[in-house]
C-alpha cells in the first residue's frame, strides 16, 4: 500500500481525509479485569467511527445451509477463566438500525428463519475462550438487501461485559462475481492533484469482497488513506451505478466515466470523483 505522510494535519483535517492508518482494530478500554467480550474470529471490516464492530465472516453461496464460527472471550488478571462462565446471548436488531444511521448503509437483520445460533455458551474453566456455529439458510434469505445478523451478550456469570465488543455486527453478503484478488492501479490526472496518491501507482493482491447484492469493499480509499471504498453493480454486472468513499466519514463522490466492465476476464475501470480528487481506477483479476 502506498503511504505518505508529508501532508500537515490541518490540510488533512480540512480535506476530510484519514491518514492511512494499517490497524483499524478498535481497542478496548475498559481494562484487563475480568472482560467477557466477542472474540475476532475474522478481522473487522467497520471503521473506528462505527458504534458497532461488524465482521464478514463468510459470503454465502446459494445452498439450503451454511455454517460460520463465533467466538466468546475471557480476558483478566488471570491468564484463563478461573471457573466456568455462562454467556447468555441474543439477536441485536437495534444495533443494526443504529449501525445504519451512523454510517448511511441500508443492513437489514436476517429474519428468525433464516439462521440459528445458540442461545448460551460456556468459557469452560482452565480457558480463554469458547467457539460456537452459527448457522444460516442462504436459500430462504432476500438476495436483494444486505443482509446481516446482530448478536449481544446479555448476560454473564462471571467477569464484566465488554463496552466495546459486548455488540457485534457480521454481514453475509451473497457472494459476488467479482468477489477475489486483483491488480490495482489508480490515476490522479484530473481533479483536485493529491500529492498522496502521487500521479499513478499500482498494487498487486488486492482484495475486493462481497459486502452486499453485487456490491464490492475495497479496504483503504484509494489505497492511500484510512477508510474504505465500495463499488455496487447493477443486477448484471454490466454496469457500476455508485461508489461510496469513506474516510474518518463518508465523502461527497460520483461518478465520471465506467470506463471499461469485462465479466469474462473479470476486469474493470471507472472514472470518479471523491471529495473533488478525480481518479481512474482499474482492477485486473488475479485471483480468488
Not at 456455529?133 to 446482530?150: D, E, G, M
Amino acid at each position: 500500500m502506498k503511504r505518505y505522510f508529508s501532508f500537515l494535519i490541518l490540510f488533512l483535517v480540512t480535506a476530510g481525509l484519514s491518514s492511512c492508518l494499517k490497524d483499524e482494530a478498535v481497542l478496548d478500554p475498559s481494562g484487563s479485569k475480568n472482560i467477557i467480550e466477542f472474540y475476532n474470529v475474522t478481522a473487522p471490516t467497520s471503521g473506528v467511527t462505527a458504534p458497532y464492530v461488524m465482521y464478514v465472516p463468510t459470503t454465502l453461496e446459494v445452498v439450503p445451509e451454511v455454517e460460520f464460527d463465533i467466538a466468546i472471550s475471557y480476558s483478566g488478571a488471570e491468564l484463563e477463566a478461573p471457573q466456568d462462565i455462562v454467556v447468555n446471548l441474543a439477536e441485536a436488531p437495534e444495533a443494526v438500525t443504529a449501525f445504519n444511521a451512523s454510517q448511511g448503509t441500508s443492513y437489514v437483520q436476517m429474519g428468525a428463519s433464516g439462521y440459528e445460533f445458540p442461545s448460551s455458551v460456556t468459557i469452560r474453566k482452565g480457558e480463554k475462550r469458547v467457539y460456537a456455529k452459527v448457522k444460516v439458510r442462504p436459500t430462504i434469505l432476500n438476495q436483494a438487501v444486505s443482509n446481516v445478523l446482530a448478536l449481544t451478550i446479555t448476560s454473564a456469570s462471571f467477569g464484566e461485559i465488554s463496552g466495546n465488543f459486548r455488540t457485534v455486527i457480521f454481514s453475509l453478503p451473497i457472494k459476488s462475481i467479482w468477489e477475489g484478488t486483483y491488480t490495482y492501479t489508480v490515476t490522479n490526472n484530473f481533479g483536485t492533484i493529491d500529492g498522496n496518491i502521487g500521479g499513478v501507482f499500482t498494487e498487486q493482491n488486492v482484495r475486493l469482497s462481497t459486502v452486499g447484492p453485487n456490491r464490492l469493499y475495497m479496504q483503504y480509499l484509494w489505497r492511500t488513506y484510512s477508510g474504505y471504498s465500495e463499488y455496487q453493480f447493477n443486477a448484471d454486472n454490466t454496469d457500476i451505478t455508485s461508489v461510496l468513499a469513506f474516510s474518518g466519514s463518508v465523502l461527497s463522490s460520483s461518478i465520471e466515466e465506467v470506463i471499461l466492465i469485462d465479466t469474462e476476464n473479470l476486469i474493470f475501470e471507472i472514472r470518479w470523483v471523491g471529495l473533488g480528487r478525480g481518479v481512474i481506477e482499474r482492477f485486473v483479476r488475479t485471483g480468488d
